[in-house]
């Protein structure tokens, strides 16, 4: 069983920078894809980005590219969301979840809002 957890979130002001961890727990995970996922009020929860284990192959939604950097350190199990630029329209609750074969694993979201 993989246990994850968000952290980084906040309030930042538009144009300003965050950065989310998740951090993996139970069982190593570099052999996992991660995924960042986020779910603002009254939408669905939409992909962000993804990274492959190995870190080679990396994956953006369209509204991030460009601002957004999905990055991973194996040796500490943790996986990372660097967000710069950001816009009002990027406040959401953003998940991170990791993908073994046939299950996804789910951290418990961390808030991120954005103020204009």
């Known amino acids: 069983q993989v246990q994850l957890v968000e952290s980084g979130g906040g309030l930042v002001q538009a144009g300003g920078s965050l950065r989310l961890s998740c951090a993996a727990s139970g069982r190593t995970v570099s052999s996992y894809a991660m995924v960042w996922f986020r779910q603002a009020p009254g939408k669905e929860r939409e992909f962000v980005a993804s990274i492959s284990g190995s870190g080679g192959s990396t994956y953006y939604a369209d509204s991030v590219k460009g601002r957004f950097t999905i990055s991973r350190d194996n040796a500490k199990n943790t996986g990372y969301l660097q967000m710069n630029s950001l816009k009002p329209e990027d406040t959401a609750v953003y998940y991170c979840?990791?993908?073994?074969?046939?299950?996804?694993?789910w951290g418990q979201g961390t808030q991120v809002t954005v103020s204009s």
């Open positions: 979840a990791a993908d073994a074969s046939e299950t996804r694993y």
